[in-house]
T-cell receptor, first 115, second 111 residues
């Protein structure tokens, strides 16, 4: 039972390079999320997708784009990486309960360093 | 800005002692959740308490919610070294599909 799978686990980029973080869940969840975690800042929501075909900005969307490819997959793209995007990125999913968020299931994280 | 704020930021106790972590938030919520994160790992859900509930138990965990004070506490009884982790509260304001996390409490349980 894989749950939420993120790739890659580690990545080093140079400023200006682009990359895509991949996320897939096998729990048939409607909602998926991308968070970033920085020391002393907790987790901050970048983008989320309440259901297949929809995406919305979270708290810190600048510099990122997302694609909800299908119900299973939600990718995060950095078009032109900056050192400020050095962080640990977490994908999560949840079974939507009407207007309310239930339990989130997290991946193991993708550690990104931008030089 | 973060909706939830945990207190203390760090807590160090001896094995067998109880650990209490607090979370305060600013706006009305539908539910509040607690998560645990071991070093270098993803977050794991511990417990969810709804706004109309005051207390909830799960094994050695006890969560309370005081909506009048906009605060919650997580109590871990008879702590073990394996409880060493960061603990986060997260609030759901029922505005769609967002969950807002606090900055976490780093708990260290010394054997």
């Amino acid at each position: 039972n894989a749950g939420v799978t993120q790739t890659p686990k580690f990545q080093v980029l140079k400023t200006g390079q682009s990359m895509t973080l991949q996320c897939a869940q096998d729990m048939n969840h409607n909602s998926m999320y991308w968070y970033r975690q920085d020391p002393g800042m907790g987790l901050r929501l970048i983008y989320y997708s309440a259901s297949e075909g929809t995406t919305d900005k979270g708290e810190v969307p600048n510099g990122y784009n997302v694609s909800r490819l299908n119900k299973r997959e939600f990718s995060l793209r950095l078009e032109s990486a900056a050192p400020s995007q050095t962080s640990v990125y977490f994908c999560a999913s949840s079974a939507r309960q009407g207007m309310y968020t239930g339990e989130l299931f997290f991946g193991e994280g993708s550690r990104l360093t931008v030089l | 800005s973060q909706q939830g704020e945990e207190d203390p930021q760090a807590l160090s106790i001896q094995e067998g002692e109880n650990a209490t972590m607090n979370c305060s938030y600013k706006t009305s919520i539908n539910n509040l959740q607690w998560y645990r994160q071991n070093s270098g790992r993803g977050l794991v859900h511990l417990i969810l308490i709804r706004s109309n509930e005051r207390e909830k138990h799960s094994g050695r965990l006890r969560v309370t919610l005081d909506t009048s004070k906009k605060s919650s506490s997580l109590l871990i009884t008879a702590s073990r070294a394996a409880d060493t982790a960061s603990y986060f509260c997260a609030t759901d304001r029922g505005m769609g599909s967002r969950l807002t996390f606090g900055e976490g409490t780093q708990l260290t349980v010394n054997p």
